[in-house]
T-cell receptor, first 114, second 111 residues
Framework: EPEVTQTPSHQVTQMGQEVILRCVPI?????FYWYRQILGQKVEFLVS????????KSEIFDDQFSVERPDGSNFTLKIRSTKLEDSAMYFC????????????FGPGTRLTVT | SQKIEQNSEALNIQEGKTATLTCNYT??????LQWYRQDPGRGPVFLLL?????KEKRKERLKVTFDTTLKQSLFHITASQPADSATYLC??????????FGKGTTLSVSS
């Protein structure tokens, strides 16, 4: 069964450094998402991406964040200058089409900012 | 702003019993509601989706109800097993928008 994959599983970085989190969505899916979950808190939406552009973003997704689909398979989230409060699990998700609403999540990348 | 409440942070039941989890929401009119399972350190796994015009959905031992008047969904796991122990997340959405998640209820099934 196709799965969403994410790399790395764990990333440790120093405050102020740039990080890129990578995701490979399910191959025939058209909608892509990034969510984050701070330890012990709820899953929060960051951004959605469709047809090579951002379709929706939350207040969390400020100028420090960017997303890209550099080729036909990868979907990346870049944080330009990390802060301590960016420490969280970051989940990528994909959705098949406009007519289906269930989202399929990857295993997550644990980002630790020191 | 929208608010989603899941009845309790933790629910403990004995194997074989039915677990019932509640999701209440305010200030929102979802087109659908979804339930996900999340194990520690893992991503949410989709379980069931119910649309605003549906009252009930079933899948194997799982049943979801949706009452848009009460703004509530109930999620039932019948004949629960220790392997059902996990955190269950309620999520709301409208067509084409991102999901809004509740904080989850952690279910523990003891043998």
């Amino acid at each position: 069964e196709p799965e969403v994959t994410q790399t790395p599983s764990h990333q440790v970085t120093q405050m102020g450094q740039e990080v890129i989190l990578r995701c490979v969505p399910i191959s025939n899916h058209l909608y892509f998402y990034w969510y984050r979950q701070i330890l012990g808190q709820k899953v929060e939406f960051l951004v959605s991406f469709y047809n090579n552009e951002i379709s929706e973003k939350s207040e969390i997704f400020d100028d420090q964040f960017s997303v890209e689909r550099p080729d036909g398979s990868n979907f990346t989230l870049k944080i330009r200058s990390t802060k301590l409060e960016d420490s969280a699990m970051y989940f990528c998700a994909s959705r098949r089409s406009a007519l289906t609403y269930e989202q399929y999540f990857g295993p997550g990348t644990r980002l630790t900012v020191t | 702003s929208q608010k989603i409440e899941q009845n309790s942070e933790a629910l403990n039941i004995q194997e074989g019993k039915t677990a019932t989890l509640t999701c209440n929401y305010t200030n929102y009119s979802p087109a659908y509601l979804q339930w996900y399972r999340q194990d520690p350190g893992r991503g949410p796994v989709f379980l069931l989706l119910i649309r605003e015009n549906e009252k009930e959905k079933r899948k194997e031992r799982l049943k979801v109800t949706f009452d848009t008047t009460l703004k509530q969904s109930l999620f039932h796991i019948t004949a629960s097993q220790p392997a059902d122990s996990a955190t269950y997340l309620c999520a709301l959405g409208q067509a084409g928008t991102a999901l809004i998640f509740g904080k989850g209820t952690t279910l523990s099934v003891s043998s």
